[in-house]
């Protein structure tokens, strides 16, 4: 089995900053793509921002030049820099993964349990 696990949420002021993790454990035959999504109350999930395994990077208009996806290959583990923080930020995180494991001969998508962002003065 494959686990996402999302850390660095928490309640900041407007303006501020805050870093989120994401490691992924488990039979890890290698991860392609990563990406960090959003949902905020009575709104769908959207993605924020994605970094292919080589580093490309691409991020929704809404948090570009505030946010910064990156990625560490060797400790499987994305971060999300958000820096300028609007309430409008404020929503439950999600980190998904593109993975191979081990036994498998195919890539699926696996979702973190979720971080709460919440911006506020």
């Known amino acids: 089995q494959v686990q996402l696990v999302e850390s660095g949420g928490g309640l900041v002021q407007p303006g501020g900053s805050l870093r989120l993790s994401c490691t992924a454990s488990g039979s890890i035959f290698n991860i392609n793509g990563m990406g960090w999504h959003r949902q905020a109350p009575g709104k769908q999930r959207e993605l924020v921002a994605s970094i292919s395994f080589g580093g490309i990077t691409n991020y929704a208009d809404s948090v570009k030049g505030r946010f910064t996806i990156s990625r560490d290959n060797a400790k499987n583990t994305m971060y999300l820099q958000m820096i300028s923080l609007k309430p409008e930020d404020t929503a439950v995180y999600y980190c998904?993964?593109?993975?191979?494991?081990?036994?498998?001969?195919?890539?699926?998508?696996?979702w973190g349990q979720g971080t709460q962002v919440t911006v506020s003065s």
């Open positions: 998904k993964a593109r993975v191979r494991r081990l036994v498998d001969r195919y890539e699926r998508d696996y």
